[in-house]
């Protein structure tokens, strides 16, 4: 901590003026937005946010022409932060749907079950190839 900040906090106190830290900022729910560049048509939303080069990932952006520009990763604690608008499309690994938000949400299993599941991957490419079909 530099010693300007320790001098601030020692007379805050000395004036007994308490400071506060935000925890859990999720808290605010709709008062604090997470702000997406305006490029981004994909947010992946999962507990352990995926490498953009993982295999599956790679696929996945590769078929719905997403370059990785275009793509933000999120962690489930950011989902509630995230816009609610359609301009961009939801891919949720291993999370439950947000009822709240009606643009396109594609949902599967964690990663790691992808790669070992067949049937999910063949649930997840369905949805995919459901919504490439919607103008």
Known sequence: MSMLIRRREQLLQQIGIT????KRLHVLQG???INL??????VIVADKPPALTDPIVENVLRTLNLRSIEVQVA???QLSLLPQDNHHHR???????SKVFTGIQITSPILSELHYNPSA???LWKQIYQYQLDP
């Open 75 to 77: 962690t489930t604690h």
């Open 121 to 123: 991957k063949r649930a």
């Open 31 to 33: 008062d604090v937005l």
């Open 37 to 42: 560049p305006i490029e981004t048509r994909l």
């Open 19 to 22: 400071q506060y830290a935000l």
């Open 91 to 97: 891919w949720l690994l291993g999370v439950q749907p």
